[in-house]
């Protein structure tokens, strides 16, 4: 089945650091644009980063810029997310999603065609 899951959140102090994956377990969306969008607690979800097919493209959120590395291994068919830098404001749902085309310029949720569920960060003071 069509599935990308997201694992790697969980509860880390200010200043720490933590690494997102999200495994395309079918190779569905082995050719897609990928990126890491993040819904703060009763808040829209919010672009993060997006990362090219080839791996050779990336954008980041100036938010996060300088603070989080998105990267691909597509032998392995996992998108990955380095976090370093944490901070409180960084606490959301993290989701990891895939479009069929378009650059990774694209930071509207709604351009992205499919989902994860989202795995939890929280960061602490």
């Known amino acids: 089945q069509v599935q990308l899951v997201e694992s790697g959140g969980g509860l880390v102090q200010a200043g720490g650091s933590l690494r997102l994956s999200c495994a395309d377990s079918?190779?569905?969306?082995?050719?897609?644009?990928k990126a890491w969008f993040r819904q703060p607690p009763g808040k829209d979800s919010e672009f993060v980063a997006a990362i090219s097919w080839s791996g050779g493209g990336t954008y980041y959120a100036d938010s996060v810029k300088g603070r989080f590395t998105i990267s691909r291994d597509n032998a392995k068919n996992t998108v990955f997310l380095q976090m370093t830098s944490l901070k409180p404001e960084d606490t959301a749902v993290y989701y990891c999603?895939?479009?069929?085309?378009?650059?990774?310029?694209?930071?509207?949720?709604?351009?992205?065609?499919?989902w994860g569920q989202g795995t939890q960060v929280t960061v602490s003071a």
């Open positions: 999603s895939a479009k069929a085309s378009g650059n990774v310029y694209a930071t509207e949720p709604y351009l992205y065609n499919y």
């Open positions: 079918e190779r569905t969306f082995s050719s897609y644009t």
